[in-house]
Structures are given as C-alpha cells and as structure tokens.
C-alpha cells in the first residue's frame, strides 16, 4: 500500500516549526475548525474567534510556503463536528494512510487520540511537543522519589538547562527569585501606559461575525476585540511591553487598580500556548533587556519564573497526574457556582472589577484570578469541577493542562497540597493591600462580620473554623490558628453566623 500521509495541526499549535510540520515537509496538512472543540466547554466568544482567526492566519501562512493545506470553516461541511470526522473526511477523500500529530495539551483529546489508530483504521504517529522546554521524561526523572514537588526547585533545574539567568554555576544577582521585590501597590496617581490593540481585519470580521451567529449563548463581549491572530502581531505587542512595560512589571506585577485590566503584565500567554510566540525567545529577549540595562531584575526574574518556571512546572504535572488529578476535592466543596460569575454583577468591588475585565477582555491577570475569583470559590466552597470549568471558558489563554493545575491545585488547594504548599486564601486585608478597590467598595474591608462587612473577611474565618481538622496541622497554617485561637468568642460566633447567612444567599 502507498504510503499516503497528512499531518493534522490543532488550533493551539499554530507555531512555524511545530514538530509535526518538521517531521514530514511534504505532507499535506490538515486544519478544522470544530464545533466539539468550540463547545465541549462554552469558551468566551473572543476565545473563540481568536483561535478560529488565527488558525485562518496560519493555514495561509503555510500555503505561503507552498503547503497543501486543507481547511475546513466552521460549519460548512456537513457532518463534520469533531477531529474523527474531519479524518474521516480526509481518509474517504484522499486514501490517508498514516496520521502525523503533535500530542495535544489536553488529556480528553489524547484518549481520543491514542484510539483512532483503531477507529479510523489508518496508523497514527503522535510526536511530542518540543515547544515546551521541559520533556515528559526529564519531569518524570525529577518528581520520582519526591515527596513534595515545589516549583521553586523545579525552575532552578530549568534555569540551570536553559543557562538563563545564570551566572557560570550560580543564579545572576545571587538570587535565585525576587518575589519579594513583586508585591508593591500601583501609587494613588499612577497609570500604567496603554496597550497595542489590534483592530480586527477583514479574516477576524468574517470570524467574529460567525462567532455572533453561532455562539450567543456563550459569555464575554465581541465588539472590543483586539487580540494579536498572527506571528507579527504577537511580536509587535510583546515588543511594545519590553519597551513600555517590562521595567515596571517586576514591582507592580501583584498589584490591582480600579480600570486597569492590564497593569504592566505581558499580556503574552494566549500567544504562547497557541503558538504564536516561541515561550524561549521570549524569556531570552526578556533577559536581553536586563544585560542592556533597560529593566531592573525583579521585573525580568519574576517574568521569567512565570514562563520557565511555572508554565513548564504545571504542564509536567498535569502530565503526571492526570487523569486522577481533576478528581481530587480535597475540602469537599460541592457549592454551585453563583451567577455572578458570568455577569460580574455583584456588590464586592474586586469581584465585580475582575470578572468584568474577564468578560470583556477574555482576561484577567493572575492575582485577579488566584486572590479575588479564585480564593472566593475557595473560601465560599464552590465544588472544584465548576471553578475549573469556569477557568476554561472564560480566559483567552485557558487550556486544560495549564488552567487545571493552576486553578484546581494553586486557586483550590483541591489538590490536598501537590502545587502548593498552603491554600491561597486571604481576607479583605490582602486585597486592601493590593489594590484600591475597597476605597470604592459598598462593603466595609476594615469590619469583620456583620452586614456591611467584607464577604472576605469572614468567609476567610469561617473556611479556617471549618476546615481545621485538614489545615491545622500544616506548619504553613501555624500562625492562622494562633490567631484564630486568640478570636474573642462574640467575634468567632459573629464571623459564623455571617458566613452562614452569606452563602444561604449566595
Ligand atoms: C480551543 C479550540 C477551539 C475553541 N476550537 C478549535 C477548533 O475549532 N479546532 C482546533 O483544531 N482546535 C480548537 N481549539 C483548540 C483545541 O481545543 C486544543 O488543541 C485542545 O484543547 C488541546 O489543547
């Protein structure tokens, strides 16, 4: 039998030297957009038309280079819903004989995957993903033996591999992270500088138009997209934050400001994990800019902690874990997630602020999402499967084996402790710290219980009360029962009795 090949791309590996594309230069190509990958969650519009705007970009971009390329649009072949029939499609009309694959990013697609050799009948090849620094197996070797996997020393390894940030055998500056230097408040009159927006072109119209039509029942608006859909755009925009943004990212990169959905982050994660930008030519211009002198260390080592460090980290352990991980719910949280969430229309400032930028901008930076979204869903006990859903439809960035082990193990602590070593909950008082939102907010940070007091305050107390008998031995926790043990009891009963009536309503 002739060998008949094609290589099928997926709407998250739009990168030029995609390790399928490189393996086999000749083959044709296939690329689909797909109503089972556009709604196995309800994905934010913009998410959406990003991907199908980008796939639209790149399919031409190979056909540039003389690839054959077939492209399947978005509901105009019928019987055509999922990556079996897209193949199935392709095999009847081509005489396909072997399937080139990169391995996907997420495990449902990989089951999926590893069982077409026998349901399509052809031989499937699924080659691994090289744009990630960090292999399977360099993980594997690393966590064995481990009884706890951190990773602060993961990322040293990975600093080590890449010679980033090195100084011969020892880390540049004597430190290894400066996350201490990251947590300054934004100043009363400061705002960070505005951001490239890229008006849609005439390939993102005809998406965004499909996108109306097909997904009105999905969250977040459509009129103000301006994300980068192409390799060019995605350098633009990440070469404007080196120049504009990159020196004050380090010490404001955990603050949060009233109307500023970016602050000075890089804005660069969608881009990464669909391929747009390459995640190590990004660190390594990172790092350019601090031996020029344009940007201090706190601003370039905490960048680069987030893309080589925990990137890396939290894909090897999603990989490893899975599929028993997403099962975990080690507070037993069942609570349903409340409405708000899609519409931002609550009382709490920080909450109404970060899901508003979330549903406008298919966004929000990541204290946004681990110390207001995500440590209310942790503190009101909001079941971990509907939180780790929420996190996969609404950001831009969101795929499987990046958001799951950030939300469900960092965000959640539903993890029992493999990504963190304590959960990440915070009263008013953090968010107070952080930001300016509870100058303007209609409940009253400085209070504890009561009606008018921040829901965060006694949700911290009562989700400390309720659950010592899982936390109060972790000597991470130690100081937080010491103090709950110094609470008056008028104050104790207080938080409860709060706490209790809040999520009756909630
Ligand atoms: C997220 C997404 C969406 C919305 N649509 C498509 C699509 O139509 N076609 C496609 O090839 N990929 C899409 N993707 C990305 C895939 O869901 C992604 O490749 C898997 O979740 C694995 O990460």
Not at 496 to 503: D, G, R, V, Y
Request: aromatic share 12%.
């Amino acid at each position: 039998m002739t060998d008949k090949p094609l290589i099928l791309v997926l709407g998250d590996q739009l990168s030029p030297h995609l390790s399928s594309l490189a393996a086999a230069p000749e083959a044709p190509i296939l690329m689909a957009e797909l109503a089972e990958e556009a709604s196995y969650v309800r994905h934010h519009r913009q998410k959406i038309a990003l991907i199908f705007s980008a796939m639209r970009h790149f399919a031409e971009t190979l056909k540039d280079q003389g690839r054959a390329v077939t492209y399947l649009k978005y509901g105009e072949t019928g019987g055509v819903d999922s990556f079996a029939d897209a193949l199935r499609l392709l095999i009847k009309r081509d005489g396909i004989t072997r399937l080139l694959v990169t391995e996907p990013g997420e495990w449902r697609l990989m089951q999926e995957m590893q069982n077409w050799a026998e349901s399509l009948a052809i031989a499937v090849e699924i080659v691994p993903d090289t744009r990630f620094l960090a292999t399977h197996a360099e993980f594997e070797t690393w966590a064995e033996g481990k009884k706890q996997l951190r990773m602060e020393f993961f990322y040293r390894e990975m600093r080590r591999k890449t010679g980033l940030l090195m100084d011969g055998d020892e880390p540049l500056g004597g430190q290894w992270n400066y996350d201490a230097d990251n947590r300054k408040k934004l100043p009363k009159d400061h705002a960070p500088p505005p951001r490239l927006h890229f008006a849609p072109d005439a390939v993102t119209e005809d998406v965004l138009a499909l996108v109306a039509r097909h997904f009105g029942n999905h969250v977040g608006r459509l009129d103000n997209f301006a994300w980068p859909v192409t390799a060019a755009q995605a350098e633009q925009q990440f070469a404007h934050w080196l120049d504009f943004c990159l020196p004050h990212f380090g010490d404001y990169q955990d603050a949060m400001k009233t109307g500023e959905a970016f602050v000075y982050h890089g804005l660069v994660g969608a881009s990464i994990n669909i391929g747009l930008l390459d995640p190590l030519k990004v660190c390594q211009a990172v790092e350019a800019r601090y031996h020029s002198g344009q940007a201090p260390l706190n601003a370039v080592e905490g960048f680069i902690r987030q893309i080589l460090g925990w990137r890396e980290f939290i894909r090897s352990l999603y990989w490893l874990k899975m599929p028993d991980y997403a099962d975990s719910n080690f507070f037993d949280h069942d609570r349903a997630l409340p409405d708000f969430y899609y519409s931002g229309e609550t009382d709490m400032a920080c909450m109404r602020e970060a899901i508003g930028a979330t549903v406008t901008h298919a966004y929000a930076h990541h204290i946004q999402r681990l110390m207001v979204t995500g440590n209310f869903a942790l503190l009101a006990g909001i079941a971990p499967a509907a939180v780790n859903r929420w996190y996969l439809e609404v950001y831009a960035d969101a795929f499987e084996w990046v958001q799951l082990p950030n939300t469900h193990g960092m965000a959640l602590f539903a993890d029992g402790g493999l990504v963190g070593s304590k959960p990440y909950a915070a009263s008013g008082a953090y968010i107070n710290r952080m930001s300016d939102h509870c100058s303007s907010c209609t409940y009253n940070v400085k209070q504890a219980h009561g009606d008018t007091a921040c829901p965060f305050n006694y949700l911290y107390w009562d989700f400390m009360i309720r659950h010592r008998d899982k936390l109060g031995g972790n000597p991470r926790m130690g100081m937080v029962y010491r103090n709950l043990d110094k609470m008056d009891d008028a104050k104790r009963d207080g938080v409860i009795a709060s706490a209790k009536e809040f999520l009756q309503k909630l």
